[in-house]
């Protein structure tokens, strides 16, 4: 650009120092044009070569915008699928925990049927003292106080809990002292359990453990009483009586009816 400059002043000073001639101006014009549209031409580059530029850079930055974009939905897929993980995780852990307390409840009710209702398999040895009782009696005269307990604990196995239990304190107070006499007491309680007569259960078993602390149902006693608190809503009582079957009577299907329903309790 520069040169170009010069260049001019020297054919303007030749124009006015009259020194060249019209040949000299024509070649200096001819000259001037060739290098103005050179000159022109490497600018049209230039410019071309910028616009070129240009449009790279504006891909580019719109390449980024979409690699932002598509990294924004990987992570927003990802959280997504972290979520349903999680969820799964989350049912997975539920659906064993009611299992499980579906196992622990069905496990107490047949605890409850086999020691409390003595149906289906005894396993205990009280059911085995009334199986053996009922034999003797089959294979001696009969007596009145074995048909008399005999007779309320069919009516009882029937489910007719009133009738039952009237039979039951007729026995206790015809027979106060005699081998079944425990056994009936605590019949009366179950009687009022089964009836959802808690209140009067409590005190009925209450007397089992009272006037029969030799007796092998003292344990079911103390057992049923905390039942019949939980079922009143007594959970405070109900705790510590079956803390107390736990303490006192280990290792026994009594213990672990106690232990399955304190995990409920909490």
């Not at 992570?75 to 997504?80: A, G, K, M, T, V």
């Not at 009334?130 to 009516?155: E, F, G, I, L, M």
């Not at 009925?204 to 030799?214: A, I, L, Q, R, S």
């Amino acid at each position: 650009m520069r040169r170009l400059i010069y260049f001019l002043i020297f054919a303007l000073a030749l124009a006015l120092s009259g020194c060249a001639t019209t040949s000299d101006l024509k070649t200096v014009q001819s000259d001037l044009n060739q290098k103005m549209e050179e000159k022109l031409a490497a600018m049209d580059e230039e410019i071309s070569a910028m616009k070129k530029t240009v449009a790279a850079m504006d891909a580019m930055r719109k390449g980024q915008a979409n690699t932002a974009a598509d990294l924004t939905e990987l992570r927003d897929s990802l959280n997504q699928l972290r979520g349903q993980v999680e969820a799964l995780k989350n049912e997975l852990a539920t659906n064993t925990r009611k299992q499980e307390q579906a196992l622990d409840n069905l496990m107490l009710k047949v605890n409850f049927i086999e020691n409390f209702l003595e149906i289906g398999g005894k396993s205990t040895s009280n059911a085995n003292d009334d199986k053996n009782k009922a034999a003797d009696a089959a294979k001696t005269p009969v007596q009145d106080k074995d048909r008399a307990y005999s007779s309320a604990y069919q009516t009882f196995k029937e489910g007719n809990y009133a009738k039952a239990r009237a039979e039951f304190q007729a026995f206790l107070a015809e027979y106060p002292k005699s081998e079944y006499s425990d056994n009936a007491q605590f019949w009366i309680g179950e009687c009022y359990f089964f009836e959802k007569k808690y209140e009067q259960a409590i005190l009925e078993y209450e007397k089992v453990v009272k006037n029969y602390p030799g007796g092998s149902r003292v344990a079911y006693a103390l057992l049923k009483q905390g039942l019949s608190f939980f079922n009143l809503g007594d959970k405070t009582s109900s705790r510590l009586l079956l803390q107390q079957v736990i303490k006192d009577y280990p290792n026994t299907n009594q213990a672990r009816i106690a232990r399955a329903k304190l995990q409920e309790i909490k």
